[in-house]
């Protein structure tokens, strides 16, 4: 019975993690980063990757928006460093929620099935 309960907090644990994960997808420009306006994950031409909650065009420049300790901080974006704008992607997340759930419920499902056809005694008496 003790390695069920491992398997399942391992089972359970590998979905948490799976949950937790945000999706970035394409390859953006800061104006299409600006128009769409949702959670950027930008990478600089030296390797530095910073995380933004929204992208804005002010005047004839963009900033990024960040939400620390209910304060927001601008960083202000500059074309010529950034080498890739990856825009946090709202379907393949749903897909993802979707996905882990069924896996969720599937799981449990799967060992209700196991324990009523094995016959265990999980010693509640």
Do not use: W
């Amino acid at each position: 019975m003790k390695t069920l309960n491992k398997q399942l907090a391992l089972f359970f644990s590998i979905l948490m993690i799976f949950q937790s994960c945000a999706v970035y997808t394409g390859n953006h420009t800061l104006e299409e980063a600006a128009e769409k306006q949702s959670p950027a994950k930008v990478t600089m031409v030296d390797g530095k990757a910073s995380k933004f909650d929204l992208i804005k065009k002010e005047g004839n420049d963009y900033v990024g928006i960040t939400t620390k300790r209910f304060q927001e901080q601008t960083t202000a974006l500059d074309e010529n460093v950034i080498d890739q704008i990856k825009l946090k992607s709202a379907d393949r997340e749903n897909t993802r929620d979707y996905g882990t759930a069924f896996l969720i419920f599937g799981g449990i499902i799967a060992v209700l099935v196991g324990l009523t056809v094995a016959d265990f005694d999980l010693g509640f008496d």
